[in-house]
């Protein structure tokens, strides 16, 4: 069974509504979410969501992070997430003003079903 630890995502963003599906878990796989990272690189606050969508949920999301304000030049880190994502299931995250920019990278490991 292989467990490699990787990059789950990593970006900017800088759109309101910026971001989206972040991470797919690739079939055969399971991923464990270990840590994500989120800096706001302008002046200005923000507010981001972070959401898991499962392959059998039919499009329904689960908050992991509703609506988190994020002062300007401010960096939030989560550091034992530790969610569980099945083969198939979507990681996204999501910002929700127009006005502020914000960077992401998320951790993980990714092992064989």
Do not use: W
């Not at 840590?35 to 999301?61: A, Q, R």
């Amino acid at each position: 069974m292989a467990d490699v630890s990787k990059r789950l995502g990593f970006g900017v963003m800088n759109i309101a509504g910026g971001g989206g599906g972040v991470y797919t878990v690739p079939s055969g796989k399971k991923t464990f979410i270990k840590s994500m990272t989120i800096c706001n690189i302008t002046s200005v606050e923000g507010k981001f969501s972070v959401s898991i969508y499962p392959h059998v949920s039919g499009g329904i999301s689960y908050n992991l992070v509703s609506d988190y304000l994020l002062k300007g030049n401010d960096t939030i880190t989560i550091p034992f997430l530790d969610q569980i994502l099945e083969e198939e299931d979507v990681l996204a995250i999501y910002k929700s003003n127009s006005t502020s920019y914000f960077n992401f990278y998320v951790s993980g490991r990714e092992v064989d079903v």
